[in-house]
């Protein structure tokens, strides 16, 4: 039995997990504005719920880079050499970047100005709600971008 079958199954599942951890994340982003204008204490609860789903993000991430170098191994890099592959690869940078840094950056900005509770907190907050619904936006066109190269191998 190969174990290609196995490095694929959980190749997907971590891609599924990233880009489920991050749909969760944007619609507990969109309840938090919803209460920020209404309610500022719920809305920082919930906040505080969606902290954890970026571990989940680390995880998936960490889980597909490993299953897809372990299958690139397996295959002595046949996919690797292929204009498709090549593609997929740089818009994996693209989501690990954006998602590392950018989104990890607006989040740590996010979390200090509710903290804070200074007088410029709606100032500040409602200028990261444009800021965070672009960086969702983007995370999933780069997932739809990998799901499409990745089913649709062209050479």
Do not use: C
């Not at 954890?52 to 998936?60: K, T, V």
């Not at 002595?76 to 740089?90: D, H, T, Y």
């Not at 998602?99 to 989040?107: H, P, V």
């Not at 500040?124 to 990745?150: D, K, P």
């Amino acid at each position: 039995m190969s174990i290609f079958p196995a490095l694929l199954f959980l190749h997907l599942t971590a891609l599924i997990m990233m880009a489920g951890a991050t749909l969760v994340g944007f619609v507990n982003y969109r309840t938090f504005w919803n209460l920020f204008h209404q309610e500022k204490v719920q809305a920082t609860g919930v906040l505080a719920a969606s902290a954890r789903f970026s571990r989940l993000n680390g995880i998936g991430a960490a889980l597909l880079i490993v299953t897809g170098a372990a299958m690139i191994a397996l295959t002595q890099g046949a996919f690797a050499s292929q204009l498709w592959f090549r593609i997929k690869i740089v818009f994996v940078i693209l989501l690990i970047i954006n998602g590392g840094f950018w989104g990890r950056r607006l989040d740590t900005k996010l979390a200090k100005i509710t903290s804070a509770r200074v007088p410029v907190w709606d100032e500040q907050a409602l200028r990261l709600e444009g800021q965070l619904r672009v960086f969702y936006l983007m995370q999933f066109a780069i997932f739809l971008v990998i799901i499409f190269l990745s089913a649709y191998k062209f050479n």
